[in-house]
Structures are given as C-alpha cells and as structure tokens.
C-alpha cells in the first residue's frame, strides 16, 4: 500500500524555523517527483515545492524561494522541506505528494501536518 | 506564472443533477489535473493530461478541453461528491492552482 506520511509541524514563532518530513512507503521512492502543497486554514490549494526524483533539480513558488529547501534521501525512502525565517502567511496544513513524471498528477498525498507561525 | 481561474466558486446542485466546472489557464497547456477534496482529507486525483480518469475513478467524472479551456462533468451526482474541486497545471513550474469550486447540496 501506497503511503506518504508527514510529520514535524507545530507551532513556532515568526521569523523561526522548521524542517518537515515525509516518510514514503510502498512504493519505489527514488523513481518518483514529489511535491511540497500546501493549504491555509479555510484557503484554496498552494503547491509550494518538487524534487526530481534524483535530487538534481528542485523548484520553488516566488514566496518561499531563499526561505525554504527542499531535500530528499532515497535511501531513507524520505522527502525534507527545511522553513526558514518564517512568517505568518506560512501558516498552513503541508502535504507531500508524489508525480511520476511530466504526463501524470500528483497521485498519492500524505494527510498533512499543520504548521502555525505565531507569537 | 500561469493563472488558473476556476468557475463557478460555488455550485449548489442535486443528487443525480450533471454538473460542470471550468477551468481557464492564462495561457496554453496541455498537462492539467482535477482534484477531489473533503473538509479535513487530503486531495484526492480524479484527472490528469485534462481528459484521462485516475485508476479506480468512477466513470461518472470527465474532463475535456484543451488549450486554455477545460472543464469537469459529474454525469450523475452521488451523495460522495459534495466536496471542493480544484484544477491544476503541471505544464510548467511554479504548479498552479484553481481557487476551487465548492458543490454543495
């Protein structure tokens, strides 16, 4: 069974950091993109991140370039997004999500964690 | 970055109704996605490369269009599909999102 499994949100002030986890099974890790996407509390969808399957390209929404890294290991069948000065407006539930490749969605999500950025 | 806007933001139908949902891109692509969505649930893929069903997707959804255009039909409402429906692309980085429909009862 597919599954992605996220975890490291909490609460944290602005202008502190986070490093988020998604532990992938059941399915071949290292052969898959995998997206950061996150959500506001009441708000639409916001993708934020993606990693090719080898790590060698990664890219990022305007907001979170210079502030947020997102990082894999695929002998650990793990995905990272590494937040750094964070602000308010990130608050959010992240999810992971994997891609195969150019042609296909993202297929599989994980059930999120929730990140607060407040004082 | 490509904008996708989403209409209507909320549909308001009934058990059994066809319904449709558009999606326009500010510019043109060919690789867009529709997604399911329940209040606390992760999004769920119902669509993707615009016109093909997700394995284990009931046929009663569909998606066409190309371009910048495209639309998602619910054949024949089940009480399941109340729900958020959003549109993606995945033509290009930054992915972009729809605002999101709402369907309700």
């Known amino acids: 069974e597919v599954q992605l499994v996220e975890s490291g949100g909490a609460l944290v002030q602005p202008g502190g950091s986070l490093r988020l986890s998604c532990a992938a099974s059941g399915f071949t890790f290292s052969s898959y993109w995998i997206s950061w996407v996150r959500q506001a509390p009441g708000k639409g969808l916001e993708w934020v991140a993606n990693i090719k399957e080898d790590g060698s390209d990664k890219y990022y929404v305007d907001s979170v370039k210079g502030r947020f890294t997102i990082s894999r290991d695929n002998a650990k069948n793990s995905l990272y997004l590494q937040m750094n000065s964070l602000r308010a407006e990130d608050t959010a539930v992240y999810y992971c999500a994997r891609q195969y490749n150019w042609n296909d969605g993202l297929d599989y999500w994980g059930q999120g964690t929730l990140v607060t950025v407040s004082s | 970055d490509i904008q996708m806007t989403q209409s209507p933001s909320t549909l308001s139908a009934s058990v059994g109704d066809r319904v449709t949902i558009t999606c326009r891109a500010s510019q043109s692509i060919s690789r867009l996605a529709w997604y399911q969505q329940k209040p606390g649930k992760a999004p769920k893929l119902l669509i993707y490369?615009?016109?093909s069903l997700e394995s284990g997707v009931p046929s009663r959804f569909s998606g066409s269009g190309s371009g910048t255009e495209f639309t998602l039909t619910i054949s024949s409402l089940q009480p399941d599909d109340f729900a958020t429906y959003y549109c993606q692309q995945y033509n290009s980085f930054p992915y972009t999102f729809g605002q999101g429909t709402k369907l309700e009862i």
């Open positions: 490369k615009a016109s």
